[in-house]
């Protein structure tokens, strides 16, 4: 059974930290090109940072660049997602993403919520 498990939400104050996790089951870890989303109330799913399938190359929103660095241990089945330097508009819930590409199979994992609030 394939599945994507996240972790590491939670509430933390403004400029505060949080590292998210997101272990992966069921399937080949290292094939897959990983990607965090998020989702605040009443807006549209955003793409927040991706890494390819070797971790070689990696990519951001805008808005989180120089704050947030993804990262993958594909001995652990594990992408990470350091938030650093977090903003109340950084409020939403993150979901984990995993693509393989070469069969166009598509796997999403239940969310984890973090809230930035004083």
């Known amino acids: 059974q394939v599945q994507l498990v996240e972790s590491g939400g939670g509430l933390v104050q403004p400029g505060g930290s949080l590292r998210l996790s997101c272990v992966a089951s069921?399937?080949?870890?290292?094939?897959?090109?990983m990607t965090w989303y998020r989702q605040a109330p009443g807006k549209e799913r955003e793409l927040v940072a991706l890494i390819t399938s070797t971790g070689l190359r990696t990519n951001y929103a805008n808005f989180v660049k120089g704050r947030f660095t993804i990262s993958r241990d594909n001995t652990k089945n594990t992408v990470y997602l350091q938030m650093n330097s977090l903003k109340p508009e950084d409020t939403a819930m993150y979901y984990c993403?995993?693509?393989?590409?070469?069969?166009?199979?598509?796997?999403w994992g239940q969310g984890t919520q973090v809230t930035v609030s004083s």
């Open positions: 993403n995993g693509v393989r590409w070469a069969s166009l199979n598509i796997y």
């Open positions: 069921g399937f080949t870890f290292r094939t897959l090109d």
